[in-house]
């Protein structure tokens, strides 16, 4: 598989917003996983958001941490991940990673989980200064 490529990162203040993107080669079979996860120094990688894509159908599920201010998608080429995140917060502090595993059985039940993913991209940092 070729390696998802993400961007967008970058330094914000306290309350304010960045998107990432994360590219990906687009499956004949739309059955899949893709989650964005982080790691902040020091810390275990940790879920933040993930999908799961079957027949036109998708389910998301988010980190408590961030619900109601994060938000993922993807685009209609379906080669295109997005991760919004508003009202950011210094402990949001971390290098993001966006993740794709083609192994349903393996990632459907565990969407925020790290080890369900095979596939992760190089990372961008974050940075939200008080």
């Known amino acids: 598989q070729v390696q998802p490529v993400e961007s967008g990162g970058g330094s914000v203040e306290v309350g304010g917003s960045l998107r990432l993107s994360c590219t990906v080669t687009?499956?004949?079979?739309?059955?899949?996983?893709m989650g964005w996860f982080r790691q902040a120094p020091g810390q275990e990688r940790e879920g933040v958001a993930g999908m799961f894509f079957r027949s036109g159908s998708t389910t998301i599920l988010y980190a408590d941490s961030v619900k109601g201010r994060f938000t993922t998608s993807r685009d209609n080429t379906k080669t295109t991940m997005y991760l919004q995140m508003d009202s950011l917060k210094p402990e949001d502090t971390a290098i993001y990673y966006c993740?794709?595993?083609?192994?349903?059985?393996?990632?459907?039940?565990?969407?925020?989980?790290?080890?369900?993913?095979?596939?992760w991209g190089q990372g961008t940092q974050v940075t939200v200064s008080s």
């Open positions: 993740a794709k595993e083609r192994d349903s059985a393996r990632c459907r039940h565990s969407l925020l989980s790290p080890g369900a993913f095979r596939n």
């Open positions: 687009k499956d004949a079979d739309g059955t899949y996983c």
